[in-house]
């Protein structure tokens, strides 16, 4: 069975241009979460898809957008970059979501020059 | 909202040691408690699960036992092997804000 595939794996994008991530969930899995991975603030949780339709959010600008489409792949965007959206940003796809098994990606590292 | 706290790293360790890694949560509730290593360059892999209290998860040699009492949630392998090197990341899943809440995670270095 295939696990998470995040494309690209890296980025360099700079200041004020915008870019969109890649996340195709395992096969059956409905659920696909975004993290966001930086030194200084740890792992902090963006949104969470679940049958194209965003259950939760959580506590970054609207600069950082997302969606799911009908076969659970789901992309995540941000737009104007900001030097300190630098990251690695990990998607995470599950069967249901909430406490059920979560199965992260390799993530994909972003640079903002 | 529910927050996690682990033991701050690096920890060093010698080939064949016992490993423990300190977490305990604040949680509302008995929530779903979650421990994750982190290679270089890699994302997250599962390591073990509890669901409710006095569960205890294990794999690979580590274990971990939901402490309802002292909301801890400890990491112990009782021989580490310099592949066991990575970042650890103790987490919960928080029932209200339906995330998983992760701790700063604890690096790990094993020396032969």
């Known amino acids: 069975k295939a696990g998470v595939t995040q494309t690209p794996r890296y980025l360099i994008k700079t200041r004020g241009q915008q870019v969109t991530l890649s996340c195709s969930p395992i096969s059956g899995h409905r659920s696909v979460s975004w993290y966001q991975q930086t030194p200084g603030q740890g792992l902090q949780f963006l949104f969470e898809y679940f049958s194209e339709t965003q259950r939760n959010k959580g506590n970054f600008p609207g600069r950082f957008s997302g969606r799911q489409f009908s076969n659970s792949r789901s992309e995540m965007n941000v737009s104007t970059l900001e030097l300190g959206d630098s990251a690695l940003y990990l998607c995470a796809s599950s069967l249901e979501g909430r406490d059920t098994e979560a199965f992260f990606g390799q993530g994909t590292r972003l640079t903002v020059v | 909202g529910d927050s996690v706290t682990q033991m701050e790293g690096p920890v060093t360790l010698s080939e064949e040691a016992f490993l423990t890694i300190n977490c305990t949560y604040t949680?509302?509730?008995?929530?779903?408690l979650f421990w994750y290593v982190q290679y270089p360059g890699e994302g997250l892999q599962l390591l073990l699960k509890a669901t409710k209290a006095d569960d205890k998860g294990s794999n690979k040699g580590f274990e971990a036992t939901y402490r309802k009492e002292t909301t801890s949630f400890h990491l112990e392998k009782g021989s580490v092997q310099v592949s066991d090197s990575a970042v650890y990341f103790c987490?919960?899943?928080?029932?209200?804000?339906?995330?998983?809440?992760f701790g700063t995670g604890t690096r790990l270095l094993v020396s032969p």
């Open positions: 987490a919960l899943y928080d029932t209200g804000f339906q995330k998983l809440v």
């Open positions: 949680a509302t509730g008995y929530p779903s």
